[in-house]
Nanobody, 127 residues
Framework: QVQLVESGGGLVQGGGSLRLSCAAS????????MGWFRQAPGKEREFVAA????????YYADSVKGRFTISRDNAKNTVYLQMNSLKPEDTAVYYC????????????????????WGQGTQVTVSS
């Protein structure tokens, strides 16, 4: 079992930065891929970024590539999402998620393979 708690959301002006954190409890954190997703009002949840269990590879949605960076600290059981050059269209509730399978070679291919989810943190970017 993995329990996830996000923090770091808030209100920021366009062009600004925020760093989201996701603290995980449970012994399996260091063995599972982690991901960030977001859901804006009236829209479906969408993939933002993912990182493999070792931290060796990361993956991004095209909409955030070059602006967002996912990282993890397995010693602290925490995954981060550094968000720079924020745009109003980045406004959403951001969720972190943990893979339901350990030691997967790459990230889960669908959101359904992320078996554990946090409660979300609101990010609002003003224009």
């Amino acid at each position: 079992q993995v329990q996830l708690v996000e923090s770091g959301g808030g209100l920021v002006q366009g062009g600004g930065s925020l760093r989201l954190s996701c603290a995980a409890s449970g012994r399996t954190f260091s063995s599972v891929a982690m991901g960030w997703f977001r859901q804006a009002p009236g829209k479906e949840r969408e993939f933002v970024a993912a990182i493999t269990w070792s931290g060796g590879r990361s993956y991004y949605a095209d909409s955030v590539k070059g602006r967002f960076t996912i990282s993890r600290d397995n010693a602290k059981n925490t995954v981060y999402l550094q968000m720079n050059s924020l745009k109003p269209e980045d406004t959403a509730v951001y969720y972190c998620a943990a893979d339901s399978r350990a030691y997967r070679a790459g990230p889960p291919s669908t959101s359904r393979e992320f078996g554990y989810w946090g409660q979300g943190t609101q990010v609002t970017v003003s224009s």
